[in-house]
Nanobody, 127 residues
């Protein structure tokens, strides 16, 4: 099991940027593929981005491709989500999640693949 704590959320105007961080503790961070999900009020939690154990492979939801970048620093036990050109529809609680089974690209969007979740951080984009 790994414990995850997100930070970096806040209020930003449309077109602005934020960088979310997710700090991990517990088991070896580099043994986990990592993902970011988000949940807007009244909506299902949806996939945003994922990154493999080494950081070589990434995958994005179409809605954020070209605007968001996921990265990780295994020496710091941290995964990041750089969010640029933010839109009001990006408003949500953002969660990071850890997958102990590694990288299967066809399944990285499935919430059920992820074993451990953070508590979430609120991102609000004003128009």
């Amino acid at each position: 099991q790994v414990q995850l704590v997100e930070s970096g959320g806040g209020l930003v105007q449309a077109g602005g940027s934020l960088r979310l961080s997710c700090a991990a503790s517990g088991r070896t961070f580099s043994s986990y593929a990592m993902g970011w999900f988000r949940q807007a009020p009244g909506k299902e939690r949806e996939f945003v981005a994922a990154i493999s154990r080494s950081g070589v492979s990434t995958y994005y939801a179409d809605s954020v491709k070209g605007r968001f970048t996921i990265s990780r620093d295994n020496a710091k036990n941290t995964v990041y989500l750089q969010m640029n050109s933010l839109k009001p529809e990006d408003t949500a609680v953002y969660y990071c999640a850890a997958d102990s089974r590694g990288w299967i690209r066809a399944q990285v969007t499935y919430r059920t693949r992820y074993d451990d979740w953070g508590q979430g951080t609120q991102v609000t984009v004003s128009s």
